[in-house]
T-cell receptor
């Protein structure tokens, strides 16, 4: 079946630094990838939708200059959290849409100290 | 726009009892509906999905759900709860993207 690899699974960074999270579809091509954020004991909130080779579409209230999304190939999308602050600490999950439907990565736990 | 509402943020059952997790959807077109389970600090695992065809959908781990258009519902059931079923459950709907309900935390008492 379709597999999505998300890396890293956990990251701790200092306030003010940037962190990059990768999402790869291992055995299928994903023209569209999605990034979600999940705060403790809450649901997954869609942050943005990225299509290969074009600019990402951000949900209302999500700062596009803070959460940079790049979808340079059909198998890789990256989310960069720039100038991270403690309030950005969260669980970030990517999803790739292929012919079999939606496949989720295992998530990245970001802690900003 | 599509959305789902999960009724009950927390459901507690005894081991061996029926599990019923409720989900209602709103969609302008026939929806695709999903149930996912999430264990602490882990990603999502697909339990089952409804796209077209048979309205009673069987999934993994003994779970099933029935799509009822007249009630705009897609409730998740399992005849007999097991301790390992304790987790967070999310109902989701897709149109152009996937949107999740608020989640229901299932607790199973011994």
């Amino acid at each position: 079946g379709a597999v999505v690899s998300q890396h890293p699974s956990r990251v701790i960074c200092k306030s003010g630094t940037s962190v990059k999270i990768e999402c790869r579809s291992l055995d299928f091509q994903a023209t569209t990838m999605f990034w979600y954020r999940q705060f403790p004991k809450q649901s997954l909130m869609l942050m943005a939708t990225s299509n290969e080779g074009s600019k990402a579409t951000y949900e209302q209230g999500v700062e596009k200059d803070k959460f940079l999304i790049n979808h340079a190939s059909l198998t890789l999308s990256t989310l960069t959290v720039t100038s991270a602050h403690p309030e950005d600490s969260s669980f970030y999950i990517c999803s790739a849409r292929g012919v079999e439907g939606y496949t989720f990565g295992s998530g990245t736990r970001l802690t900003v100290v | 726009a599509q959305s789902v509402t999960q009724l009950g943020s927390h459901v507690s059952v005894s081991e061996g009892a029926l599990v019923l997790l409720r989900c209602n959807y709103s969609s302008s077109v026939p929806p695709y509906l999903f149930w996912y389970v999430q264990y602490p600090n882990q990603g999502l695992q697909l339990l089952l999905k409804y796209t077209t065809g048979a309205t009673l959908v069987k999934g993994i781990n003994g779970f099933e759900a029935e799509f009822k258009k007249s009630e705009t519902s897609f409730h998740l059931t399992k005849p007999s709860a097991h301790m390992s079923d304790a987790a967070e459950y999310f109902c989701a709907v897709t149109l152009n993207d996937m949107r999740f309900g608020a989640g229901t935390r299932l607790t199973v008492k011994p």
